[in-house]
């Protein structure tokens, strides 16, 4: 009896089991989906903020400014990531302005401090734009490049220190967008250049990833995509050395203009597509139109665009590309275990204990 009771205890241990990691590596999946898609937004108003809650996304990307606060309580309420980036707003100024390291390290002190529980840090915005450069120096010149690796390289020693010292679990992310395309501009030669002068710094030992920016400037035609690949290959290579490095999408977009609303739709298609299993994070630019883009970016104007909707679908289907492998430590997962187990330990508890009743009885008679 006690050993049939046994074979059967273990069968059901069996067939439940499979059940049981099926379902929490489902539900694993899809938070692991949520969990790498954001969205960048300029402000985090209520109206914003529901928008956000229905695209499904886990992370949103802002810039830390006086109207911080309320922005992030916000993002925490809603239960999404914060992608604070500390950027010109700091100085109430344009991103040109010419700071002194100390107000920096004065800024990233306070922000720091009064939001410990931002999740990531983003080092200031596209630093070598040739439209709006740190410090507004002109980078196509290779002294100017210098300079500005010198100064970036102080900024991010200085925040990392402080970032970490109020919160140690903060994602730190380097560079604020390495270009990954630039048509005919020489951003993606100038971004690479100074990409190269940072590596030789060893400018990883003070962050956790460096973030890409993606945009197509034009239609959305194939050796845009081939040339993301190559510029993303190009900066793995040359960080390679830290193992542990993550590559963050920050901002990657199509304006509604360039090949209509529809047109934006098969970007967000591709993009999603293209940057899984590529990056760990990718973030939209942007949820909603804004003047201060140059276009019409948002996957919301007036009313939400089919993009919105092709982000939606994303997010609300397990991630298949690639397969997250199950992972028996989540919490969920582990709790199934444990109840399988205490069942089966008790179930053949009892059975032993009967048997050994019997066998007395059995002895005694």
């Known amino acids: 009896m006690a050993k049939k009771q046994a074979v059967c205890v273990a069968l059901m241990v069996m067939f439940l089991l499979p059940f049981f990691l099926s ?44 109207n911080s606060l309320e922005a992030f309580q916000r993002i925490k309420t809603q239960n999404q990531k914060i992608l604070a980036v500390l950027y010109n707003q ?36 596209e630093p070598v734009s040739t439209q709006y450069p740190l410090w507004g120096l002109n980078v196509s010149e290779p002294e100017n490049l210098n300079t500005l690796a010198d100064l970036y390289f102080s900024m991010v020693q200085t925040a990392s220190q402080i970032i970490h010292q109020y919160n140690p679990q903060a994602t730190i992310v380097l560079f604020g967008g390495l270009t990954l395309y630039s048509g005919q501009d020489p951003n993606l030669e100038i ?36 040339n993301y690949s190559e510029s993303i290959t190009f900066y793995k290579n040359l960080f390679h050395a830290k193992g542990d490095l ?75 590309s690639p397969s997250p492998s199950p992972n028996l430590e989540t919490p969920r997962t582990k709790d199934y275990i444990i109840a399988i187990v205490a069942v089966a330990v008790t179930a053949s508890t009892t059975a032993i204990a009967t048997a050994l009743a019997l066998r007395r009885r059995h002895q005694s008679s």
């Open 90 to 125: 700091l100085f109430h100024s344009l991103p040109t302005i010419n700071f002194t390291l100390q107000e920096w390290q004065d800024k990233v002190q306070y922000y720091a401090s009064t939001f410990p529980f931002v999740d990531a840090w983003e080092i200031w915005n």
């Open 246 to 320: 993550q590559y963050w999408l920050t901002e990657t977009g199509q304006k509604a203009e360039v090949e209509g609303e529809l047109g934006q739709a098969q970007y967000m298609t591709d993009a999603l597509d293209f940057f899984q299993g590529t990056v760990d994070r990718f973030f939209w630019y942007s949820l909603v139109d804004s003047a201060i883009a140059y276009g019409r970016f948002g996957l919301v104007g007036d009313v939400a665009r089919p993009a919105f909707g092709v982000l939606q679908e994303f997010l609300a289907e397990p991630r298949t």
């Open 23 to 66: 379902s929490s590596n489902s539900a694993y999946a899809q938070d692991s989906k949520r969990d790498w898609a954001g969205v960048c937004v300029h402000g985090f108003s209520v109206s914003v903020a529901e928008i956000a809650n229905n695209s499904g996304v886990g992370w949103v990307r802002i810039e830390a400014s006086d």
């Open 191 to 226: 971004s690479k250049n100074f990409a190269t002068l940072l590596a030789a710094k060893n400018i990883t030992d003070y962050g956790d990833a460096i973030s890409f920016h993606g945009y197509p400037w034009g239609a959305n035609q194939p050796t845009v995509w081939g």
